[in-house]
């Protein structure tokens, strides 16, 4: 599936700013990049970093007065969509050690606070079954409201008001899967259907010794899901962290198919 995309930030920055940017899709298995393009208004010491587990990059720089960011690129995913049916899940102590640092609890996601809930609420069910059934349980019980979180919502506060936007929808995942034992992770990207459009935010799950993901708000599957980054939760994938003051003036982001 071929994708364009176009995104637009405007910050105004009252002082000098550093800021790390992560918009950019990676260069990984599963997308082709065929063309990509970053371009802002002066800034100064403009670098790049890995980013997370050497997924993506990480714009550095320091910015002052009005800012405005473009990203233009045009990708082909090329990553199936799995069947979760048939995958399954390793015990906790013969997982990898990139698997499992993802077992555990971190800032939006208390996986050790909702192992008695999955426990009750997913008896009987392992792997790929028990991720269908969490996925499922989420995207029915839950109301998409762009409204109804902050960024700095955890994944027990949107499991209480059963509401929340697509970071919200994968904390919960993310949190529901850890509390099982299958490290999970946050995947930040790109896809065509997201309503309204925006960044994306989606869970990936360890399963039969690879990582799948796993949208609970039905908006995207994995084949039409262009990837900028992974991390732990949204503090590991935020598109723009500001070190100072910062005044949002505009952010449009838009994927069509080509």
């Known amino acids: 599936m071929e994708l364009n995309i176009q995104t637009h930030l405007s910050y105004d920055f009252a002082q000098p700013t550093d800021v790390i940017l992560q918009i950019e899709l990676a260069r990984i298995a599963g997308q082709d990049i065929e063309e990509d393009a970053l371009f802002t208004t002066p800034v100064k010491d403009f670098s790049r ?22 990203y233009r690129a045009k990708v082909d995913v090329t990553r199936p969509d799995p069947d979760l049916a048939v995958l399954t899940a390793g015990v906790p102590r013969g997982l990898t050690a990139e698997a499992t640092s993802f077992l555990m609890p971190s800032r939006y996601c ?12 997913f008896q009987g069910l392992a792997g790929g079954p028990l991720i269908a ?3 499922d349980w989420i995207e029915e019980n839950f109301t998409y409201d762009s409204g109804a979180s902050t960024a700095s919502t955890t994944a027990r506060e949107s499991f209480v008001q059963r509401q929340g936007v697509c970071r919200d ?10 509390a099982a034992g299958i ?3 946050m995947a930040s990207g790109y896809a065509p259907d997201v309503d309204p459009p925006d960044f994306h935010a989606v869970a990936e799950v360890w399963l039969s010794d690879a990582w799948h993901f796993v949208d609970a708000t039905g908006m995207a599957k994995a084949s039409e899901i262009a ?5 732990r939760d949204a503090a590991d994938v935020s598109f723009l962290a500001s070190f100072g003051l910062a005044e949002l003036n505009a952010q449009s982001v ?5």
């Open 49 to 70: 970093i890995p980013g997370e587990h050497a997924i993506g990059a990480r714009a550095r720089m320091q910015a002052e007065g009005l800012v405005d960011i473009t």
């Open 110 to 121: 208390p996986s050790d606070e909702f192992q008695a809930f999955v426990y009750a609420e």
């Open 133 to 135: 059934a969490m996925r």
């Open 169 to 178: 929808y994968a904390h919960v995942m993310i949190t529901f899967a850890r």
């Open 183 to 185: 490290p999970a992770r």
């Open 227 to 231: 990837v900028i980054g992974v991390g």
């Open 254 to 258: 838009k994927v069509t198919l080509s």
